[in-house]
């Protein structure tokens, strides 16, 4: 019987891209890599938990320059953006962010980017792992509309953790720290040219350096851990175990396409009476009305600790029938408890029901709990 195939030999050719910090990355003994956006990305540099546990505690940097953003830009910019999400982008100033859904005419989910306002009329997209830019591209040919759609040269890096504002307010001064959750602002570091923003992926205190000139990446992150040196900044990847507490979702793996806001629970983020056009509104009403079949649940799964975050979608039974499916599994060590999300019948969806769940680790009971699983009202990335 032939041996299974080594991963480790998948071909690894100019077609997947690098981002600016991929070379000065490989320094810092990067473990492993995924593709996202078509670009090499560092997933880990330690342990998963000892990287987990440097976030919650100190500060880290984290290479997310495959967060490729695509620019909305001309003088219908602000019509042809609101046309892809429910989020009325009216409400959002200049300068600031807001995180949005680019919806499908049928309601589904293409991508859930943060949004950032550049001007009236400008607005960048930092997606998720998805061919978003061809759908806005296809779109714009035919909207009738004045607009540029293009990627533009803006890749970022994450300062995450309690030790953040220490390592910003070293780099770019003490007003930075007055920067309010999901506002941003433009500015230079040693002349390299940056947009700094007050976001992150990993619901801690955190910023995003926005690099926008490829071709100094190697400066810009040297600069950071020079600065994060004495915060013991540490290089990451994402951290599955936070972001699971947190409820934050991957789009790809615990939704597509094929999943509405109403389905995951983000029907906030669907503004049914803003003044502007969004294609998905029809279908979104109807679907409001309809209500849904299924939804994404919290659960927590008993048994022996998970070793890693789950490599497979794993079936969800109920009395032996599969109804679903878990997407998202990891232990944490903080709540000393396995986590994740499932997708179950809206009838299996209240919490205290009980699932079967057919793991990589053998057969587990999950139940159903109210999300996130840690700080629901979001204070310590508001800190």
Same mark, same amino acid.
């Given at each position: 019987?032939?041996?299974? /195939? #080594?991963?480790?030999? $998948? =071909?690894? *050719?100019?077609?997947?891209?690098?981002?600016?910090? @991929? %070379? $000065?990355? =490989?320094?810092?003994?990067?473990?492993?890599?995924? &593709?996202?956006? @078509?670009?090499?990305? !560092?997933?880990?540099?330690? %342990? /998963?938990?000892?990287? /987990?546990? @440097?976030?919650?505690?100190?500060?880290?940097?984290?290479d997310v320059a495959v967060e490729r953003n695509i620019e909305v830009a001309g003088p219908d910019g602000l019509r042809f953006a609101q046309l892809m999400t429910p989020r009325d982008l009216s409400a959002c100033q200049v300068g600031q962010g807001k995180y949005v859904l680019i919806t499908a005419p049928d309601g589904g989910i293409l991508n859930d980017p943060v949004m950032i306002r550049l001007g009236e009329n400008a607005f960048w997209f930092a997606l998720a792992s998805s061919d978003m830019l061809f759908y806005a591209k296809g779109l714009a040919a035919y909207a009738g509309l004045d607009v540029t759609v293009r990627e533009v040269d803006a890749s970022p890096l994450q300062i995450q953790g309690p030790?953040?504002? #220490? &390592? $910003?307010?070293?780099? /770019? +001064? %003490?007003?930075?720290?007055?920067?309010?959750?999901?506002?941003?602002?433009?500015?230079?570091?040693?002349?390299? !040219? &940056?947009? $700094?923003?007050?976001? *992150?992926?990993?619901?801690?205190?955190?910023?995003? &350096?926005?690099?926008?000139? @490829?071709?100094? *990446?190697t400066e810009l992150w040297e600069r950071i851990m020079e600065a994060g040196a004495p915060y013991d900044i540490?290089?990451?990847?994402?951290?599955?175990?936070?972001?699971?507490? *947190?409820?934050?979702?991957?789009? +790809?793996? #615990?939704?597509?396409?094929?999943?509405? !806001?109403?389905?995951?629970?983000?029907?906030?983020?669907?503004?049914?009476?803003? !003044?502007?056009?969004?294609?998905?509104?029809?279908?979104?009403?109807?679907?409001? %009305?309809?209500?849904?079949?299924?939804r994404i649940v919290g659960v927590e799964l008993a048994g022996e600790r998970f070793p890693a975050l789950n490599f497979t979608k794993w079936p969800v039974t109920v009395d032996g029938d599969r109804v679903g499916k878990v997407t998202s599994a990891i232990h944490s060590p903080r709540l000393g408890r396995n986590i994740g999300y499932a997708w179950v019948p809206v009838e299996r969806s209240a919490p205290g029901t009980t699932l079967g769940v057919a793991t990589e680790w053998g057969d587990r009971t999950a139940t159903v709990v109210p999300m996130p699983f840690v700080d629901p009202g979001k204070t310590i990335p508001k800190a």
């Open positions: 019987m032939p041996e299974p /195939f #080594d991963m480790s030999l $998948v =071909q690894r *050719g100019a077609r997947n891209r690098r981002t600016p910090f @991929h %070379d $000065v990355s =490989q320094r810092y003994g990067p473990k492993g890599f995924t &593709v996202y956006n @078509h670009m090499y990305f !560092p997933i880990n540099f330690d %342990d /998963f938990e000892a990287e /987990f546990e @440097h976030l919650l505690t100190k500060v880290t940097l984290w030790l953040s504002k #220490d &390592v $910003v307010r070293d780099l /770019f +001064g %003490d007003d930075i720290v007055n920067l309010r959750y999901y506002y941003f602002t433009r500015t230079d570091l040693d002349g390299i !040219p &940056v947009i $700094v923003t007050r976001t *992150g992926w990993t619901s801690e205190v955190g910023y995003e &350096v926005y690099l926008l000139d @490829h071709t100094r *990446g540490r290089p990451t990847g994402p951290s599955d175990i936070r972001r699971i507490e *947190g409820g934050i979702f991957n789009w +790809g793996a #615990d939704m597509t396409y094929e999943n509405n !806001p109403f389905e995951m629970g983000l029907e906030r983020l669907v503004d049914f009476d803003m !003044p502007g056009e969004c294609l998905a509104m029809p279908a979104l009403a109807r679907i409001r %009305d309809e209500g849904v079949a299924r």
